[in-house]
């Protein structure tokens, strides 16, 4: 009798890939012991989903702060990008509804087709694209505004020029945090 026959060659693979996985498991499972414990703050901000709401007392208590600060207001309208196919997450809705009630600025939408969104922004056919992912190339074209999603790379972009702009929805985007909390 062979001690290595077919049979026995395919059952220690078998072992040596379970052995493989367990081994990994046992590994991963003790290296995240040693992981800091993490704030209800950072979870949160970590799991805040993207179809999030304002409640309603959050929203007046926004729509509260920008009256009492209507001093940040810069333009009495606003013009939001936005491509028919694409709808920004519900928060950015809300933003959109607290600073036309709390600031009195109407807020109209352009509709572009998405290859044309930064473009139409750069040449001030809009002021603002919600929802905006942020890299490096966009960078050089527009301005970015602190995302709005803790730990997620969203954001508000404005023309490249227009720093009132970007330190208006900066200042309600601080508030809003504030008020998640």
């Known amino acids: ?78 013009t939001i990008c936005q491509d028919r196919f694409y709808v920004p997450s519900v928060l950015y809705k809300d933003i959109a509804e607290a600073i036309e009630e709390g600031l009195g600025i109407k807020i109209t939408y352009y509709y ?17 694209i919600f929802d905006l992912t942020i890299s490096e190339e966009r960078k050089e074209l527009i301005l970015f505004t602190e995302p709005v999603y803790p730990g997620r790379d969203q954001a508000i972009a404005v023309s490249k020029d227009d720093d009132l702009l970007v330190g208006m929805f900066n200042s309600i985007i601080a508030e809003l945090k504030l008020i998640i909390e």
């Open 1 to 78: 009798m062979k001690l290595f026959n077919f049979r026995n060659k395919k059952i220690l693979v078998i072992l040596i890939i379970i052995s493989a996985v367990l081994g990994c498991v046992i590994y991963f499972s003790l290296s995240n012991n040693n992981l800091p414990p993490e704030t209800d703050l950072q979870v949160r901000e970590k799991f805040l989903p993207l179809d999030f709401s304002l409640e309603g007392q959050q929203k007046e208590l926004l729509v509260s702060w920008l009256k009492e600060n209507s001093d940040i207001a810069v333009k009495k309208e606003i």
């Open 112 to 128: 572009v087709p998405w290859p044309k969104i930064i473009p139409a922004l750069s040449e001030r056919k809009c002021d603002a």
